[in-house]
């Protein structure tokens, strides 16, 4: 009898997907940024010199952002980062990353069907060979500390 892959995001919503890390295969540039567009139109916009930052989830009490940035031991990953936002659109605040499996997790208790889609969104990278899910790294990193 086969049994299908457990893939990590069916594992949205449980407390093993929180470390889960959605890793970039490419490295986001002015010349490719198009090929990480949101829904065919939303693009990441620089955060800084390096960084990429995408609105994921807005709330009127709750913002995250996708971060696509070198931060998972110098490889380029997405994680995601608690947003504040004024005058609608201006960033004013970013909290620390944290892995992209939480972010999911935190949009998941809020707001079930943005959660899926926000999966949909990395499954799009992944099928276009941009990035994959990697539920091992948070223990490999761990181990080298």
Known sequence: ????????????????????????????????IDKFAMQGDLLPQRIDEV??????????????????APNVDGCWAISCSQVEIADGNQVTAMSETVPTGMGLNAVNELSPSSAIE??????????????????EIAKRLRKQQ
Do not use: C
């Open 51 to 68: 960084a990429w930052g995408l609105p994921a989830y807005l709330s009127n009490d709750f913002n995250l952002f996708f971060v696509f």
């Open 118 to 135: 926000l999966i949909a969104y990395l499954k799009t990278l992944e099928v276009n060979n941009l990035g994959y899910f990697d539920e």
């Open 1 to 32: 009898m086969h049994h299908p892959e457990i893939r990590p995001e069916m594992k949205l919503g449980m407390k093993e997907f929180k470390n889960t890390m959605f890793m970039l295969r490419a490295q986001p540039t002015e010349l490719n």
